[in-house]
């Protein structure tokens, strides 16, 4: 499981990549990244956005891209 972040231009993205035979949930802090903004994932994995933190569970062997 492997996550990276990128921001340009007050945006960011955030992909998230899981090459595990199991579903993996993955939870990160927002540290560092713009809080008090909306956050959608792109490709249907369930996430949770908190105030300082976004939970996301994804399948085994796929993907996420969250942006804001």
């Known amino acids: ?3 990276y972040a990128r921001t340009y231009l007050g945006k960011t993205a ?3 990549l899981n090459n595990s035979p199991e579903a993996q949930e993955i939870s990160f802090p927002l540290t ?3 809080h008090g903004k909306i956050w959608q994932s792109h490709f249907g994995c369930p996430a ?3 105030a300082d933190r976004i939970t ?3 399948p ?3 993907f ?3 942006t804001n």
């Open 64 to 66: 996420e891209i969250v």
């Open 32 to 34: 560092g990244l713009p």
């Open 1 to 3: 499981t492997w996550a």
């Open 60 to 62: 085994p062997y796929s």
């Open 48 to 50: 949770e956005v908190g």
């Open 14 to 16: 955030v992909t998230l």
């Open 56 to 58: 996301i569970v994804l």
